[in-house]
Nanobody
């Protein structure tokens, strides 16, 4: 079992920045690829970004490339999502997830956090 707890969400103005954190506990953090997904009301859960277990491979949705950065800190068992140049369309609940490999669909991830809300005001 892996427990994931997200934090760092909030209300930010258009063009602003936020950093989300996802703290992992339980089984070995370094064994898992980590992903971030987001879900707006009435919409499906969409892939945002993911990072491999080693940290050497990352993947980003086209909509966030150049604005968002994923990173991980093995010493802290934490994965981060740095979000810059935020737009109203980035408004959603953001979820972190753990799985065996980097994939861009939610079914590939076994463990999920409870989510943290990001609201971008225009």
């Amino acid at each position: 079992q892996v427990q994931l707890v997200e934090s760092g969400g909030g209300l930010v103005q258009d063009g602003g920045s936020l950093r989300l954190s996802c703290a992992a506990s339980g089984r070995t953090f370094s064994d898992y690829a980590m992903g971030w997904f987001r879900q707006a009301p009435g919409k499906e859960r969409d892939f945002v970004t993911a990072i491999s277990a080693s940290g050497g491979v990352t993947s980003y949705a086209d909509s966030v490339k150049g604005r968002f950065t994923i990173s991980r800190d093995g010493a802290k068992n934490t994965v981060y999502l740095e979000m810059n140049s935020l737009k109203a369309e980035d408004t959603a609940a953001y979820y972190c997830a753990a799985g065996p490999v980097v994939r861009d669909y939610p079914e590939a991830y076994r463990y999920w956090g409870q989510g943290t809300q990001v609201t971008v005001s225009s």
